[in-house]
């Protein structure tokens, strides 16, 4: 099936580092998701973005939908032990519940 | 409000054998959405219910199937299982706003291995 390519996979940063993530798909989106799993739950949505150029706040993170619908990002301030997951973007068409398209995730560690 | 529930959370079988899936979405919710999640794959869509009706399907064999139930509980049921079905199953539930996108939640998953 359709996959976003999402970079990087891994990470180790210092705590207090910021962090940054990306995802972009040959296709068009109506609308771009941030999730995070920690180990042995299901994800967790972080931020929902639905217009192309809009740059959205949740707390230290921030995202941004791409103008050209095919590519967003994820930024994480001055990052804490907690930050430590799978982060996972997920793209999808608006039309009802049409399916979610997942990247493979980047998984994060924080080194306190 | 409670979450969405899975259950079994885990469970082992052999190969050729078939298992069933339990989800129960959040109360009020109606539509019900199944991803498998494996390290080489990720998380590939399996199937979407809503209304008792598959809406929407993902790439895969006919193996996989599932059911809605009137109260808005899902199953899924794998059929002559073979190793690489080992992963991780979840299922998300929202509400249907039309053609609005629909927050989907996640419940924590049946870890599914088949030796």
């Known amino acids: 099936g359709q996959q976003l390519n999402q970079s990087p996979q891994s990470m180790f940063i210092q705590e207090g580092e910021d962090v940054s993530m990306n995802c972009t798909s040959s296709s068009i989106f109506n609308t771009w998701l941030w999730y995070k799993q920690d180990p042995g739950e299901g994800p967790v949505l972080l931020i929902a973005l639905y217009k192309a150029g809009e740059l959205t706040s949740n707390g230290r993170l921030t995202a941004q939908f791409g103008i050209t619908r095919k590519d967003s990002f994820l930024n994480i301030s001055a990052s804490i032990p907690s930050d430590v997951g799978i982060y996972f973007c997920?793209?999808?068409?608006?039309?009802?519940?049409?399916?979610?398209?997942f990247g493979k995730g980047t998984r994060l560690s924080v080194i306190a | 409000k409670a979450g969405v529930t899975q259950t079994p959370r885990y469970l082992i079988k052999t190969r050729g054998q078939q298992v069933t899936l339990s989800c129960s979405p959040i109360s009020g919710h109606r539509s019900v959405s199944w991803y498998q999640q494996t390290p080489g794959q990720g998380l590939q869509f399996l199937f979407e219910?809503?209304?008792?009706?598959?809406?929407n399907k993902g790439n895969f064999p006919g193996r996989f199937s599932g059911r809605q139930f009137s109260n808005s509980r899902s199953e899924m049921n794998v059929s002559t299982l073979e190793l690489g079905d080992s992963a991780l199953y979840l299922c998300?539930?929202?509400?249907?706003?039309?053609?609005?996108?629909?927050?989907?939640?996640f419940g924590p998953g049946t870890r599914l291995t088949v030796l």
């Open positions: 997920a793209g999808c068409w608006n039309s009802g519940n049409t399916p979610l398209v």
């Open positions: 998300a539930s929202s509400e249907w706003r039309g053609a609005s996108y629909n927050e989907q939640f």
């Open positions: 219910y809503f209304s008792e009706t598959q809406r």
